[in-house]
């Protein structure tokens, strides 16, 4: 697996590419934002984790501007703990995000719960393989959905919530269960990171006949996608 890393702080990247090394990644390093962005646009990479303090162009920046062109796996890095920020980078469609300072641990495990949405096995999940309901076409191997044959631009953390609600169509599933399927971690107060996908994938998505939203919002339970009409 290819890890770009945009983030000024040195000593820091220095130590990510010996842990990483470890664990089996290879490790590029960028220190300004605008060199960061060229690189990530240049190179393909399986994921990046992104500063939001940067030099030349801050990590919210690059992030609006990659999206623009590109869906690779973004895991935001922030120094700061104002909750603006972990919510601004998840609307610009950031992954996830990993306030500092952070344990290797969690770090590896933030890594590796976004890379098993982004690659997902053939052999397991053969990207022939379809699932439908509606207008909407699912393809779980390539990670792509369709609405009336017109491709969605999903983040990969955006698509396998998706297929989690529409699998379950009709049943509600708790922000508990959805927060481990989708995110790999279990629900924590205040995290607000599952309802800000859950936001910015309904802002995807057609509206119904009756102007409604698919994903319907059950107080106190979770959510649930919608039956057909």
């Known amino acids: ?29 960028v220190h300004d934002g605008k060199l960061g962005l060229a690189k990530a646009r240049t190179t393909q990479f399986d994921l990046i984790l992104l ?56 770090l590896l495990a933030r890594m590796r719960a976004i890379l098993r949405r982004t690659n997902v096995s053939k052999s397991d999940e053969p990207t022939s393989d379809r699932l439908s309901v509606g207008e909407l076409s699912l393809y779980p191997g390539r990670q792509e959905a369709k609405w009336q044959d017109e491709r969605l631009d999903l983040t990969s953390t955006e698509f396998a919530l998706l297929l989690q609600l529409v699998k379950a169509k009709g049943e509600i599933l708790s922000k508990d269960y959805l927060n481990q399927a989708v995110l790999g971690r279990a629900l924590h107060p205040f995290d607000r990171s599952l309802d800000v996908h859950v936001s910015n994938l309904r802002k995807k998505l057609p509206q119904r006949s009756d102007e409604s939203d698919w994903i319907r919002t059950v107080r106190g339970k979770g959510y649930l996608w919608m039956e057909q009409y």
């Open 1 to 29: 697996m290819k890890i770009l890393i945009i983030d000024d702080d040195r000593a820091l990247c220095e130590l990510l590419a010996e842990l990483l090394a470890l664990d089996g990644y290879e490790l590029a390093m």
């Open 51 to 106: 500063d939001v303090m940067l030099p030349g162009l801050n990590g919210m920046a690059v992030l609006k501007e990659l999206r623009q062109h590109q869906d690779t796996p973004v895991l935001m890095l922030t120094a700061r703990g104002e909750e603006t920020d972990r919510v601004l980078g998840l609307e610009f469609g950031a992954d996830d995000y990993l306030p500092k300072p952070f344990s290797d641990r969690e």
